[in-house]
């Protein structure tokens, strides 16, 4: 009888799952054409497509030399990275939450943004900026390093001693940033450091694309398939390990999968706050807490949410350009403070 009962349940959720994702696809993919319509130059959506078309060999394009790389050049290549960005940043948030059991998990919890922001500064500071991804990402990964080693340390890589360590290498990252920045920082350097740390997608160019792309495909997506080892962590490790789940591999790969992951995406944005925090939760009231869906569902909202807060971020106060990281924290915190509450009353 409750086998019966749960076949119709599981098959509705699927049903919504699948609903939901039809839906988030399509609204992606008319928020990348929409979002490139908007700035200084407006553009029409069909002029867009034919644009993009005929740099793909499919037709001619109906823009002037200007209006087309202003298409192909400068906003294409930023939207796109803005969704890669956001889909990595909320696959990585919604692995972090599972793996620690914790709610307020965020794609930087193990320190990779201040360790990605440290490597960042290094060669801002000595003039090799285009060097900056290769630094970024290589900060990200020396402090997922260092927070593992810490807790296998203080007596082994458990959720709380991961998380107590993350804070700890992330707080010591952060003072050395500080401390070099205070040092050694002056002008242009200055500007373009604090640009970096608030998040900012104005560099994007086809070579932003092809890392965060190459990252989602080639880590993100496989972790996509990960959703039910995730859910027997929800209820402990020895739950898991006695479905199964070979909890230390497990862990380790996913870790490294998410600091693979969010270092690729800090090396092309910058340190930016709270997509991996609060779509995960978000997604959640309306699909539910099972990973197969809600890892595929959370990349899909991410992409949108960061793809438009970036489009905010340059339009809203037109000539002048905030960093996207600015954007994100101010609608972040309090929708994640309406996300807590409905929780709670529930």
Sequence with gaps: MRSAARMPSARRDRGLALAWGIVLLVALAGSV?????????????????????SHLGLGDSPLNALRDGIVWELRLPRVLTAAAVGAGLAISGT???????????????LGLS?????????VLLLGLGILL???AFAGAFAALIATLLLAGAAGGVTPTRTVLAGVAVSALASAVTSLVI??????????????WLLGSLAGSTWTTVAIAGVALLVVGVPVLFSGGALDSFAFGDATASALGVNVTATRWVLLAATALLTGAMVSVSGSIGFIGLVLPHAVRLLTGSRHRA?????????????????TAARTLFDPRELPVGI??????APVFALLLARRRSA
């Design 33 to 53: 054409v929409t979002a490139i319509c908007f700035g200084a130059a407006d553009l029409r959506p069909d002029e867009v497509l034919r644009s993009v078309a």
């Design 95 to 109: 692995v972090m939450q599972a793996l620690t059991r914790n709610a307020l998990a965020d794609p930087y919890l």
């Design 114 to 122: 201040s360790g990605a922001s440290l490597g960042a500064v290094g």
């Design 133 to 135: 991804p290769v630094a």
């Design 182 to 195: 205070f040092w050694s920082a002056t002008g242009d350097s200055f500007r373009e450091i604090l640009a």
């Design 294 to 310: 809600l890892l595929p569902l959370s990349a899909l909202a991410g992409a949108i949410v960061l793809l438009w807060a970036d």
């Design 327 to 332: 954007v994100t924290a101010i609608v972040g």
